[in-house]
Nanobody, 126 residues
């Protein structure tokens, strides 16, 4: 059984930065591909970044490329999401999720992920 707990969401001004954490318990964090998702008010959940289990290769969708960085700290069993140059359109609930099957590549498709955290709220004000 994998458990995921996100933290670090906050209210921040446009152009600011936040670091979100996804603490993973139950299995070593590098046994699972980890994806990051967000859901803005009134919109569908959007996958925007992931890190593969086997080789730690990351993938970013265009909406966050160049601004967000995902990393993994196996010793602390945590995946981090560094978010820079935040914009109002980044506002939403942010979730991390775990996929036990992917290895060398990762995908930002929600259906690929079996375990989900509870979410943490990010609000970016103008």
């Amino acid at each position: 059984q994998v458990q995921l707990v996100e933290s670090g969401g906050d209210l921040v001004q446009t152009g600011g930065s936040l670091r979100l954490s996804c603490a993973v318990s139950g299995v070593p964090v590098d046994w699972y591909t980890i994806g990051w998702f967000r859901q803005a008010p009134g919109k569908e959940r959007e996958g925007f970044a992931c890190i593969s289990s086997t080789n730690g290769i990351t993938h970013y969708e265009e909406s966050v490329k160049g601004r967000f960085t995902i990393s993994r700290d196996a010793a602390n069993s945590t995946v981090y999401l560094q978010m820079n140059d935040l914009k109002p359109e980044d506002t939403g609930d942010y979730y991390c999720a775990a996929d036990p099957r992917s290895g060398y590549v990762c995908y930002t498709w929600a259906r690929e992920y079996d375990y989900w955290g509870q979410g943490t709220q990010v609000t970016v004000s103008s």
